[in-house]
């Protein structure tokens, strides 16, 4: 949700207190993953010789614990002996063994998010947060035309545009592309392709008089683009009096 359509929907959405709702949930918990019962997680806790090392670095201790769960013995391959993955069935390969460390411990880290902060992603909300608070009022300050540029000029074949406000609209282009970018991997848009989602299935099996036009459904991103795409390359949905209207 951009600031526009918050303001649009009567308040309901405030990013400020939002942000100041995770803030505090941060002072109180911060970011990091606590041992959770139920999940397979490595690098949190890592025990040798020296005794327990909790310095929570997956990086650091992720591949030990692996192979101390996993990798206890070595194969005979080619007439040399190397380490065994019990897991994969397969020679030990550390890079299969991160990427499955980082599949585990990203599962276990987002539901301790959703359970503390009510989001799987509270960094990236938080971020996307600040630079929507911060890019709003930045569009919504008046602007001092020799910030940008003093040239009133008319541009020759744009009726209406001079040098400034060529200036200017690429200002607030930049602004809502930098509010876009930060908004992906969040939860806001996450919910947004959710809602989204319901509204084009509502289209394709929309059994109404009046069908629904997907181009009233005002949402703009790549994932909207390729599910238009999708729509508009499938046959089936032109056939139907009462579908999906192009």
Do not use: C
Request: hydrophobic share 30%.
């Amino acid at each position: 949700m951009s600031f526009s359509e918050y303001r649009a929907s009567g308040g309901r959405f405030d990013p400020k207190t939002e942000y100041e709702r995770l803030y505090q949930l941060k002072l109180q918990h911060g970011f990091t993953v606590p041992v959770m019962e139920g999940y397979e997680q490595y690098g949190l806790k890592y025990t040798d010789k020296r005794g327990t090392l909790n310095i929570n670095n997956p990086a650091f201790n992720g591949v030990k614990d692996y192979r101390s769960k996993f990798v206890t013995s070595k194969k005979r391959v080619d007439g040399k002996f190397k380490w065994f993955d019990s897991r994969t069935g397969k020679v030990f390969d550390v890079n299969a063994a991160k990427e499955y460390i980082a599949e585990k411990n990203d599962i276990a880290a987002k539901a301790y998010y959703q359970k503390v902060y009510g989001t799987e992603t509270p960094v990236a909300d938080m971020n996307y947060l600040n630079k929507l608070i911060r890019n709003t009022n930045r569009l919504n300050q008046t602007v001092n035309p020799l910030k940008i540029t003093r040239d009133m000029t008319p541009i020759e074949g744009e009726e209406g545009e001079t040098v400034f406000s060529k200036a200017n609209q690429k200002r607030i282009n930049t602004l809502n592309n930098e509010i876009a970018e930060a908004k992906k991997g969040t939860s806001y848009e996450k919910k947004e392709n959710a809602e989204l989602e319901y509204k084009i299935n509502q289209a394709v099996t929309n059994k109404e008089e009046e069908p629904i036009n997907l181009k009233d459904v005002s949402a703009t991103s790549g994932y909207v683009d390729m599910r238009r795409k999708q729509l508009e390359i499938d046959k089936q949905f032109n056939t139907s009096g009462s579908g999906v209207v192009y």
